[in-house]
């Protein structure tokens, strides 16, 4: 399926550096139904990633909430306890706002970057195709 269009947010510098819950900014979808989400951990400064984050990627239709808990359709959101990078797709939006809530239940150092790439999906056989 082509992709008509995309809308990129990035969601940087979500540190974590002691036992703590933080949530991410509230990205706003737009008309997009479909959500490839990239989450890339690294250390924090010169200190290398420790202890474990969760992830939990909610979605609402205000950015005050309430929020829900979403699941991926594809890919597995894993805790973070090394550095490196997972992708996952949510396909069939039903939300207008989507964030990532991060937890540490112990004492934990972490950089994350996300970035959400919105977008809708069309099939091919559109007006154009005779």
């Known amino acids: 399926m082509p992709i008509a269009n995309a809308k990129v947010l990035t969601d940087g510098q979500l540190r974590l550096t002691s036992n703590t819950t933080l949530q991410g900014?509230?990205?706003a979808k737009g008309t997009a139904t479909d959500l490839m989400l990239v989450i890339v951990a690294a250390g924090d400064g010169g200190n290398p990633v420790a202890g474990t984050?969760?992830?939990?990627?909610?979605?609402?239709?205000?950015?005050?909430g309430p929020w829900t808990t979403v699941t991926a359709d594809k890919g597995t959101i894993a805790n973070t306890t090394v550095?490196?990078?997972?992708?996952?797709?949510?396909?069939?939006?039903q939300f207008a706002?989507?964030?990532?809530?991060?937890?540490?239940?112990?004492?934990?150092?972490?950089?994350?970057?996300?970035?959400?790439?919105?977008?809708?999906?069309?099939d091919s056989f559109d007006n154009s195709v005779q």
């Open 53 to 64: 984050v969760t992830h939990t990627i909610q979605g609402a239709n205000a950015t005050t």
């Open 83 to 93: 550095a490196g990078q997972q992708v996952l797709h949510f396909a069939q939006l």
């Open 25 to 27: 900014t509230a990205q």
């Open 97 to 122: 706002f989507y964030r990532d809530a991060l937890s540490a239940a112990a004492a934990t150092t972490a950089d994350h970057t996300l970035t959400w790439v919105f977008q809708n999906l069309s």
